[in-house]
């Protein structure tokens, strides 16, 4: 296999009224499991049910309710460990984080604090520039996800609906090794299709199902490459964590605010307060969350109801012999086996589905020819009607029929766009089509050179003209391939119309 | 470790219990008996000893990912002071 490498990408400076500024930021990123049922409880976890529906009595809290934990979000776990690259711990335990809140009826949430079920891992975050940053996972962790509380519904009260009580979340915790808003954002891009490919997370962000906390710290250059060498937080400024994104652009936004704000603040010889933060999209702000402040006692304790979750080896072998391909193999085999571009390669694996189409379409013929009709026509095309690859009408195999049409000479690349545009919006078999509707090539040269004695006998004035000025022969091209309704092979024409001109 | 009255008004507070202020002193030294007990246990040297966790030699009980609960808002809710439209209806909380 191709190994990729990379060069490190600069960190983005901030030219503050003093001086530079380096930014160091850590996240940790909320994925919904892709289970059935909640982590501890048989209830589901579909989205969009009727309020207060999709509750069992542990997520409600409710007295001498006890949790069994769903074995599905275990191995779900496990397995996107594997896919970071990560040490899994065959035993980890739960832990009680206690805070009163309306959406969380048992007034703790189950999380691992102290054990989490998996450890270090890595991810490798490609800037789309030639430069990728490996980004070092700290730990995931199982946990509950809270209620969601709707306050638009009534002027006085907020309403509680307790359907995503208790549904199972990995909290992917990244050591603070993201150097500027734009790589933040690639970071939990690239975290969504690991997790996307290995479907323990479908990476809907609108609804929710991926989010992020985002630590900013600011610090002088050089500062940074010091904590790098002794692991020493010391050497970093104080952070602040903004809570609850779940928009790529809204964390650009909200780390390049946070970063000028505390470096207003260290500039006019303030210093920052550790503190949790919400970012305001309308305002383009950020601002502090101080009753969270209050709360952050969490008094978080062994959770008495949960043995520790041992796990065997053997299982873990067992989901890890069952992996996809993830992102960066099918990446690097791509340009290897297809001679692909990184950019072609990257925008073809963007989604597991895509890179799926994409080689079915490559067994009819050439890779490269392949991904310039899956990237440029069918991904346009699609576009265009904002669909994604799932609901195209053109088939791999209609789509592979087409560039063997091109291949064998039968279509021009003109004339295939046509065909595209009819098997696009009508279906067909390619073949047929171009059969029946008279689209083949004419590579007849007979017939060519009868079209071309027929354009120069109607145009004798033009035929001086490009025996002056030999680049007029482009026109007398055109004519020819307008008189064949672009049927004609054009280097045929090329050569035929130079050869009658000159002769 | 001594706990004062600011310190038990504190962790009244954490657990959302309404304490009075004339309580708290005898409150603080009562958790104060509590944590001198368990002082004593500092005594026993557990040095190389594994924390129980259990008292029976048992796994963690697992269920499969299978949905076998819910559909009953009529119950979860039964309870509820105030619900409305489905919706538990509490005093309004926005950050």
């Known amino acids: 296999m191709l190994d990729l490498t990379y060069d490190t990408p600069k960190p983005k400076v901030i030219a503050g009224a003093k001086h530079d500024w380096e930014l160091v930021i850590g996240m940790e990123v909320h994925a919904q499991v892709s289970s059935k049922a909640k982590l501890f409880s048989g209830a589901s976890t579909q989205f969009g049910a009727e309020p ?35 040490q899994i711990n065959l035993r980890s335990a739960f832990d009680r984080k206690n805070y009163f809140y309306p959406d969380l009826p048992q007034g703790y949430q189950i999380s691992q604090l102290y054990h989490p079920i998996v450890g270090e891992g890595e991810v490798l975050v490609e800037m789309g520039d030639g430069t990728a940053r490996m980004v070092r996972i700290e730990r995931i962790h199982l946990e509950q996800d809270a209620g969601k509380s709707i306050h638009d519904m009534d002027p006085a009260m907020s309403f509680v609906d307790l359907n995503r009580t208790g549904v199972a979340l990995m909290e992917i915790v990244s050591r603070p090794d993201i150097r500027g808003p734009e790589e933040a954002a690639a970071y939990i891009a690239k975290l969504r299709q690991i997790l996307r490919y290995l479907g ?10 991926l989010r992020a906390d985002v630590n900013v710290s600011v610090c002088r250059p050089g500062q940074y490459e010091k904590y790098q060498e002794t692991q020493d937080f010391s050497h970093l400024g104080t952070r602040c964590e903004i809570k609850n994104m779940n928009s790529m652009r809204f964390i650009q936004q909200a780390i390049e605010y ?8 260290l500039e ?14 309308d305002k383009g702000e950020t601002r502090s969350m101080r009753s969270k402040e209050e709360a952050h006692d969490y008094r978080y ?9 041992e796990i065997e080896q053997a299982w873990v072998d067992e989901i890890a012999s069952d992996m996809p391909e993830l992102p960066d193999e099918k990446k690097a ?11 072609d390669a990257s925008v073809l694996t963007a989604e597991a589905e895509n890179a799926a189409y994409f080689e079915e379409v490559a067994t009819h013929g050439d ?38 049409l091109i291949a064998k000479g039968d279509i021009s690349g003109k004339i295939a766009k046509d065909l595209f545009e009819i098997v696009y919006t009508e279906g067909g078999d390619p073949a047929q089509i171009v059969e029946e509707r008279g689209m083949k090539q004419v590579t007849d040269t007979s017939a060519i050179e009868a079209a071309v004695d027929q354009v120069i006998a109607d145009n004798p004035a033009q035929v001086e003209k490009a025996k002056e000025n030999p680049k007029l022969a482009g026109w007398f091209v055109g004519q020819v391939m307008k008189a064949t309704g672009g049927k004609a092979n054009p280097k045929a024409v090329n050569e035929i119309v130079a050869k009658k001109l000159n002769g | 470790m001594s706990i004062d009255t600011e310190t038990a008004r504190r962790v009244a507070k954490l657990a959302r219990i309404q304490v009075e202020d004339d309580a708290l002193p005898a409150l603080a030294q009562e958790f104060n008996t509590i944590l001198g007990f368990i002082e004593q246990l500092n005594e026993v040297d557990v040095e190389g000893v594994e924390p129980m966790t259990s008292v029976t030699p048992m796994r963690l009980k697992r269920r499969e990912d ?4 819910g559909d009953q808002p009529d119950k979860v809710l039964a309870n509820a002071p105030d619900a409305r439209e489905g919706f538990f209806a509490v005093p309004k909380v926005v950050e």
């Open chain 1, 52 to 86: 207060n529906s999709n509750v069992a009595f542990v997520d409600a809290g409710m007295p001498g309710m006890l949790p069994v934990i769903n074995e599905g979000c275990v191995a779900l776990a496990v397995k996107t460990g594997l896919g970071l690259k990560a």
């Open chain 1, 200 to 209: 323990t997370c479908d990476g809907n962000m609108q609804n929710g199902n």
């Open chain 1, 258 to 265: 946070e970063a000028r704000r505390q470096i207003t603040i």
């Open chain 1, 268 to 281: 006019s010889g303030g210093s920052i307060d550790q503190e949790t933060r919400l970012y305001d999209p």
């Open chain 1, 301 to 309: 304790f062994p959770d008495p109801d949960l043995l520790p979750l």
């Open chain 1, 333 to 343: 085999r791509f340009i290897s086996d297809f001679s692909l571009s990184d950019y």
């Open chain 1, 367 to 404: 890779g490269k020819l392949a991904a310039n009709w899956v990237i440029n026509e069918l991904f346009g095309r699609l576009k265009k009607e904002d669909h994604d690859i799932t609901e195209t009408p053109v088939s791999p195999a209609q789509l592979g029929a087409i560039i063997e």
């Open chain 2, 66 to 69: 299978v949905v076998t609960d």
